[in-house]
């Protein structure tokens, strides 16, 4: 089956533009959760969200924000970018039906910021 | 609250050597523990759990980790590595005692493993 899908792959704006990410999960995945990879700060987690309602939130500002769907797609938005939010966005899909967080991952939006 | 620390930012091995990739977790309550492995320009894919049982898991492709509670430590080996097995090694945690925030994931910063021939 499919797996995790995220668009677009590579992007380049500028400082104070915004941005969208998109998730698509694996078919069956209700649980969306975003994470923000960086050589220095390594993988950070962003937040999850389960049947469209946030469920666990990481130390990020309230530039960082993000939704969920019906079909359980996710959409991550940050506004009024800086140059520190370069990085690669993460995007992982589970099941959320048992006691663990078994995640898989998809590729990733690489974001850069000039 | 949670972390990680992987000891070796940087391991190089040869081929069919032995590695061992060093995890130590820091965390107050019963944890879950994962290892994920990740290849140039792709995500992270799971290579292997433990929720509990036996603390010793294995992957299909040869990996090993062992869980050891008084340690708090989950290392990972493999008795020959591949030059196939060249990619950046991830430990995670995550909080085996909660039902709602199980499923947000602590990451160490990463052991990028090469394998030379």
């Known amino acids: 089956k499919a797996g995790v899908t995220q668009t677009p792959r590579y992007l380049i704006k500028t400082r104070g533009q915004q941005v969208t990410l998109s998730c698509s999960p694996i078919?069956?995945?209700?649980?969306v959760s975003w994470y923000q990879q960086t050589p220095g700060q390594g993988l950070q987690f962003l937040f999850e969200y389960f049947s469209e309602t946030q469920r666990n939130k990481g130390n990020f500002p309230g530039r960082f924000s993000g939704r969920q769907f019906s079909n359980s797609r996710s959409e991550m938005n940050v506004s009024t970018l800086e140059l520190g939010d370069s990085a690669l966005y993460l995007c992982?899909?589970?099941?959320?039906?048992?006691?663990?967080?078994?995640?898989?991952f998809g590729e990733g939006s690489r974001l850069t910021v000039l | 609250a949670q972390s990680v620390t992987q000891l070796d930012s940087q391991v190089p091995v040869f081929e069919e050597a032995p590695v061992e990739l060093r995890c130590n977790y820091s965390s107050s309550v019963s944890v879950y523990l994962f290892w994920y492995v990740q290849y140039p320009n792709q995500g992270l894919q799971l290579l292997l759990k433990?929720?509990?049982?036996?603390?010793l898991v294995e992957s299909i492709n040869g990996f090993e980790a062992e869980f050891n509670k008084s340690q708090t430590s989950f290392h990972l080996r493999k008795p020959s590595v591949h030059i196939s097995d060249t990619a950046e090694y991830f430990c995670a945690v995550s909080d085996g005692s909660s039902g709602g925030s199980n499923y947000k994931l602590t990451f160490g910063k990463g052991t990028l493993l090469t394998v030379n021939p």
């Open positions: 992982a899909s589970s099941k959320r039906t048992t006691g663990a967080g078994e995640l898989f």
């Open positions: 078919s069956g995945h209700r649980s």
């Open positions: 433990y929720l509990s049982g036996s603390t």
